[in-house]
């Protein structure tokens, strides 16, 4: 899902590694960095309820001194996973994100 995201242009958090410079997620959640791509997260997050992308907040950190956060969206992948989804659904998934995210797709027209 994270490398879909990406395809699609939107900024996916990376995790520093302590091993090997950066990594997306060691886990079944992928971080959308929505500081990065200038978009207040609850306005993100409302407009892919409106379009029934269900997802929510999450501060991630930006280390450094001052350990400041920044609000970034929360993608689960176990349960759609679970229900079947592979990569080729990912893909589609990240294909509807997109278009309610960039390109500010009427919620009906991404609505299944």
Known sequence: MAEALQQEGIQVYECPSLNDGYYWTHS???????EAMGWPAEKAVRALFLSGIVVNTLYLSRGGKEKKGS??????????TRLGMGVKEMKASAKLISDVLLHQAPPQRVRI
């Open 28 to 34: 079944q959640h992928v971080w959308i960095d929505c």
């Open 71 to 80: 609000r970034g969206l929360r993608l689960g992948t176990t349960e759609v």
